[in-house]
């Protein structure tokens, strides 16, 4: 499964940026796409992902309010709109697909068997 994360950079605090995820053929149910984001020498940690079966989306409590996911299934692309950047967003930004993740796993890591390369976001204060 190719996955490919594009979109960083290097933005202002306060700036915006939108995250892009390539996922052919697994935007539909039952797959579900994250993201996460890691920073050196910390585990990765769940960002956002949509509820495969109900829709919903789940975020990080960090994040909430600032950032959007979504997607666009004819595209096969998912999204992330990140607004109100703060440096301590400043992280690699990974998108990750399981067509097996359960709600209550969502947000976590060893959940998701593929994995995109990652895109940099800096966040600069």
């Known amino acids: 499964v190719q996955l490919q994360a594009s979109g960083g950079g290097l933005v202002q605090a306060g700036g915006s940026l939108r995250l892009s995820c390539s996922a052919p053929?697994?935007?539909?149910?039952?797959?579900?796409v994250a993201w996460f984001r890691q920073t050196p020498g910390m585990d990765r940690s769940f960002v956002a992902a949509m509820h495969r079966s109900a829709g919903r989306i789940s975020y990080a409590d960090s994040v909430k309010g600032r950032f959007a996911y979504s997607r666009d299934t004819a595209k096969s692309m998912v999204y992330l709109q990140m607004d109100s950047l703060k440096p301590e967003d400043t992280a690699v930004y990974y998108c990750?697909?399981?067509?097996?993740?359960?709600?209550?796993?969502?947000?976590?890591?060893?959940?998701?068997?593929?994995w995109g390369q990652g895109t940099l976001v800096t966040v600069s204060s």
């Open positions: 053929g697994r935007t539909r149910s039952p797959w579900t």
């Open positions: 990750a697909a399981s067509s097996s993740v359960i709600t209550s796993a969502l947000a976590s890591e060893a959940a998701y068997a593929y």
